[in-house]
């Protein structure tokens, strides 16, 4: 199914935007009865680098791309969601194109994630805090009326 070039980018954005915002809500939050921190402490209590994999913002959405394009390969051959299928919609590959396009959709996956996140790190860190402010003068000219 061959679709319009506007609708590619709108797929190709709400793609990155999902994968970032879920990666960002895996590797970072701690979710509703703390069911993600829960998760990133049995990831870890089973190995070092299976933790670490729910705590790197570079490691998960490689990852998580991966298993996204292999589950839009098998399960959704003729709608692209993932970018790889999306540049090459309609072109039919053979069934070992599959590692190929999981390999670039885990890289650009991770790639966009780590940059997205790289970006909002450094706001984050260029923001200056709320700093305690003293109220004192405030609560002095209230009881002064």
């Known amino acids: 199914m061959q679709l319009q070039s506007n609708m590619k980018w709108f797929i190709l954005v709400c793609y990155i ?12 939050g701690i979710g509703p009865f703390n069911i ?14 299976f933790g670490m994999l729910f705590k790197c913002m570079l490691c998960f959405p490689t990852n998580l791309g991966i298993v996204l394009s292999l589950l839009n390969w098998f399960l ?24 190929v396009a999981a390999l670039f959709d885990g890289c650009l996956t991770g790639g966009v994630c780590s940059f997205l996140w790289n970006i909002d790190d450094y706001i984050d860190k260029s923001t200056p805090m709320f700093e305690e402010q003293d109220f004192d ?8 009326l």
């Open 36 to 49: 993600f921190f829960r998760v990133r402490l049995w990831a870890e209590e089973i190995s070092d680098n």
């Open 76 to 99: 959704l051959p003729n709608f692209g969601i993932t970018p790889f299928n999306i540049i090459f919609d309609g072109i039919y590959w053979p069934w070992y194109m599959c590692f």
């Open 17 to 28: 935007l999902m994968t970032y915002g879920f990666s960002v809500i895996v590797t970072q």
């Open 137 to 144: 003068d405030k609560i002095e000219l209230h009881d002064e």
